[in-house]
């Protein structure tokens, strides 16, 4: 069975930093390029970043370039976001998706989420 | 950057009704458009991928249909599990674009 774990959410203050992680289980994770995608409270879906298989191609929002920084381990079957200088606006439920890759860029419709984790950023 | 136009914003419908959900691209994305059903306090869950792909184990009165820069999401008949928020996603580019969302109600 198919299942991403995100954990590491919290409270923290602007201007903090916070670690991210999704745990993925059940597929063949290095096969996958894998998503974060936000949710801000009573608002709709932002995608954030990307990263593919081998971790030769990463893509962000502009709202999070040079804040953010996505990684993965496959051997240990797992996606990373590194979250530096925390804004308010960065308050949201993140996501962890998973994502077949056709092209560098062109990929299936994300099938597999996570639970989401909470970040909440506020002084 | 391609921007996904997604209307109507909200809709409120009967048990019954067919309800139609449209997501307008900025650019041609082939059929690089998914559609995704979400409820408070869960997870986005697919509905269809491909434009007109359905997921496995979605009833079949979902229908996603269109292709380059139209694309629109049909619920035949709509059930009272139904009630929801749905979302367009175009994969075809980075970044990637979600619609901004239609909440279907209970009239």
Redesign the interface.
Known sequence: EVQLVESGGGLVKPGESLRLSCAASGFTFSNYNMNWVRQAPGKGLEWVSSIDGTSSYIYYADSVKGRFTISRDNAKNSLYLQMNSLRAEDTAVYYCAREVAITMVRGVTPDYWGQGTLVTVSS | DIQMTQSPSSLSASVGDRVTITCRASQDI?N???W?Q?KPG?????L???ASSL?SGVPSRFSGSGSRTEFTLTISSLQPEDFATY?C?Q???????????TKVEIK
Do not use: C, E, M, V
């Not at chain 2, 869960?42 to 697919?46: F, G, H, N, S, V």
């Not at chain 2, 994969?91 to 969302?101: K, M």
């Open positions: 082939r690089d458009l998914g995704y979400q869960k997870a986005p869950k697919r269809i991928y491909a997921q979302y996603l994969h075809n580019s980075y970044p990637r674009t979600f619609g901004q969302g």
